[in-house]
């Protein structure tokens, strides 16, 4: 039994609604079927179009048949317009569980019923690039999931990133249009590394605090599964006696929150443009479910102007020093979609899809929003988008709304308005359910304004570059140093490279060095030092490492030491790791004092040519002499070895490997004693002399510093 199936029939009551839905709309493709045509008649070939033929020379093709002509045209018309931004997407299917109820600011059952476990569908994505760019680009990531609850669907449409690069939603266009490609030449895909991204944020102060989060690691996370999620604007709860809070909303990664460094992150977008896709999917078939923490931070309505910036303002975050998160709920992914496209690329979210007890605020941006999803379905996905499978709510959708393209739904009787003589379908009250708007008392000047605290675009930004450690703070200055050194224009880097002196003066000096441009000599904004909690993500991590879901590669030839060999790759196993064997051919291996018969070696998962350390967090180098004397000589394996270092990822060798560790570290700066100890060398862990019972145990990996930047 598949995963998948296993995971159905574990799903029962709630949360397995949704999937029994989508059953009923599924078909599974068998060899017992017949091909037939999109009206159900069986077809006698799928291979030849009707044609004239004699004497056995091929004739003219016949435009009367039907069947081939319906294949070209459903083809013809396979595609419909991409996202215009967050085209490239991956999602799953989970279920979202409530361990505290938080009826005191809220009535919506999805978060105040404990008994609950509601079905939901995530979809990730990177923003600026198209459907078909690499995934480990440099960019914000969408955290898209939606609630199917009991009261109609709930979309939380957030990023990894808890800011926004705009303040008031007029401007999206500009911004994204800013960072696209640009216009003439449709260059660069999928980067924010070109003159109009930069020219636009330096001449559009609002965006700063958002490109210090998108210049840190926080922009190349290392999976979709090791990432925050937030719902940036700032929603509102009403609870019971009609009281309001404003809300956040935050997804905390039970695995932490991990990245690459930029130069693995760089290489696989070549190497392996599907890495995130893949990793998610990887996951979950392998039981491995991501889970992350839900939370909310909560402000009371009368507590609205106490704080030193606006907190309508998406550009700006509630520091969990002064206003800490509540976590109260657990989401987790642990069903893979059966078909991309009717699943992953037609869901469609909206910022308005909210349960009754949970609404808007007046975030001039979310009210923006509201209105672009509704819009952007309709030109993607037509009028009925939310009759599609994947939309649908599991509550029943009882309305007038009536025809236009797509109409899948049939709906009996003879009135299609309201009221009608037979109070057909009336409006829920209160009691039954019905959305409330609590009442609220609005006057004002009608202008185009906003907050005076809306002008403070710095004091947040200075915030999240001070509260991050260093290597963290040195990989901001090399992203900008890339970034600004893809921009030809200079007023571009020059510019830029003076505004980050309104930061932090050495980050805009080391910057300005790096790309040319005239190095500030004071700051031009006081750095006020603050910092705040769980701004690095080097804070946001679990209370115990773990190695489980993580990718090793053991890397073996013939002759290799198969005790330690078959000892690691139980261990790592145990730990919920995921072991592949690399070895210089995909066909047998064998290991020292066997002879080379079939069966008698191990059958590798990957070549050294066909994977690179890139795809992986760790690797191991068993002993064994015969498997050195290749190694040694491989200047692949070296390669591996050396880029897994620079990588600062975890790196072990027993037995004679301890040799190719100190040949390939020869020229990186890391020592290896005489008797083959290493020192000087994080995370690189050798045993010479090795016994099989050292191996056993519990297994991290640990991955910290500046790496090839
Ligand atoms: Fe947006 C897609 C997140 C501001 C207009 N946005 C989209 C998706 C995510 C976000 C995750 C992909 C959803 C999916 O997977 O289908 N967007 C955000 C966040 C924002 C934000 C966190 C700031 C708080 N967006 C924003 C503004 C506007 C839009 C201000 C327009 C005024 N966003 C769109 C869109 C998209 C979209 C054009 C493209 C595809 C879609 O909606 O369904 O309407």
Request: one cysteine or more.
């Amino acid at each position: 039994m598949s995963v998948v199936d296993k995971v159905k029939n574990m799903v029962s009551g709630e949360k397995g609604r949704k999937v029994a839905q989508l059953d009923s709309v599924s078909q599974t493709v068998s060899k017992d079927d017949r091909i037939t045509t999109d009206f159900g008649v069986k077809q006698p070939t799928a291979d030849e179009w009707l044609r004239v033929s004699r004497d056995d020379k091929t004739g003219p093709m016949l435009l009367e048949d039907s069947y081939a002509r319906e294949r070209i045209h459903r083809f013809d018309h396979e595609r419909i317009p991409e996202r215009v931004v967050h085209a490239r997407g991956a999602g799953a299917f989970g279920n979202f569980r409530l361990f505290e109820s938080a009826e005191d600011v809220t009535f919506a059952p999805v978060l105040t019923d404990t008994s609950r476990e509601t079905p939901v569908f995530v979809r990730f994505s990177t923003v600026q690039g198209s459907r078909g760019s690499a995934d480990t680009v440099r960019d914000v990531r969408g955290f898209a999931v939606k609630f199917y609850t009991q009261e109609g669907n709930w979309d939380i449409v957030g990023n990894n990133i808890p800011v926004f690069f705009i303040q008031d939603a007029i401007k999206f266009p500009d911004v994204v249009h800013a960072v696209k490609p640009e216009p003439h030449n449709e260059v660069p895909q999928a980067q924010s590394a070109h003159n109009n991204f930069w020219d636009f944020v330096y001449m559009h102060e609002e965006a700063t605090h958002m490109y210090m989060w998108t210049m840190s690691d926080r922009a190349i996370p290392r999976s979709y599964r090791m990432m925050q999620g937030f719902g940036v604007n700032t929603f509102t709860l009403i609870n019971k006696n009609g009281e309001r809070h404003f809300v956040k909303f935050h997804f905390t990664p039970e695995l932490g929150v991990h990245s690459f460094v930029w130069d693995e992150a760089l290489k696989l977008a070549g190497q392996d443009p599907d890495f995130h896709r893949k990793d998610l999917w990887e996951a979950i078939e392998n039981g491995a479910y991501p889970k992350w923490k839900f939370g909310i931070q909560t402000i009371p309505e009368s507590k609205e102007h106490d704080f030193d910036f606006d907190i309508l303002d998406a550009t700006k975050m509630w520091p969990e020093d002064i206003i800490p998160v509540r976590y109260i709920g657990e989401l987790e992914l642990n069903r893979n979609v059966d078909e991309y496209f009717p699943q992953t690329e037609q869901v469609a979210f909206c910022t308005a899809h909210l349960p009754p007890g949970i609404g808007v605020s007046d975030d001039p941006l979310l009210q923006g929003r509201s209105f672009s999803y509704f819009d952007t379905q309709l030109s993607r996905l037509g009028v009925n988008w939310q009759e599609l499978p994947i939309n649908k709510p599991v509550c029943p959708v009882m309305n007038f709304n009536r025809d236009g393209q797509g109409r899948h739904q049939i709906t009996k009787g003879t009135v299609n308005y309201w009221p009608n003589r037979f109070e057909a379908r009336p409006p829920a009250t209160l009691q039954e359910g019905a959305y409330l708007d609590p009442p609220q008392s609005v006057q004002g000047i009608k202008a185009r304004t906003k907050s005076a605290k809306f002008r403070d675009h710095y004091n947040q930004a200075q915030l999240f570059y001070n509260s991050l450690s260093p290597p963290e703070k040195s990989h901001v200055a090399a992203a900008f140093a890339f970034e600004l050194d893809h921009c030809e224009d200079t007023i571009v880097y020059e510019r830029m490279s003076q505004r980050l002196a309104d930061i932090d003066l050495e980050l805009a000096q080391n910057v300005a060095e790096m790309v040319g441009g005239t190095k500030p000599t004071k700051a031009t904004r006081n750095n006020h030092g603050k910092r705040a909690k769980n701004l690095s993500q080097t804070e946001v991590q679990p209370n115990k490492p773990t190695i489980a879901s993580r990718r090793v590669a053991i890397i073996i030839a013939d002759g290799f030491d198969k005790v330690t060999y078959e000892a690691i790759t139980t261990t790592l196993k145990a730990s919920g790791a995921l072991p592949f064997t690399i070895a210089p051919r995909r066909s047998e291996i064998f290991p020292a004092g066997v002879e080379k018969m079939p069966r008698n070696g191990v059958q590798p998962d990957h070549h050294l040519e066909g994977m690179r350390s890139t795809m992986f967090d760790a690797i191991f180098v068993p002993g064994g002499a015969g498997s050195l004397e290749t190694l040694r000589k491989s200047g692949r394996a070296i390669h591996w070895v050396r880029e897994a270092f620079g990588h600062l990822k975890a790196i072990g060798a027993t037995g004679e490997a301890v040799q190719l560790l100190s040949q390939a570290f020869a020229l990186s700066g890391v020592k290896l004693s005489n008797d083959n100890k290493v020192v000087e060398s994080y995370g690189v862990v050798t045993i010479a002399d090795v016994a099989p019972d050292s191996l056993k145990g519990t297994v991290t990996i640990a991955k910290e510093g500046t790496g090839f930047l």
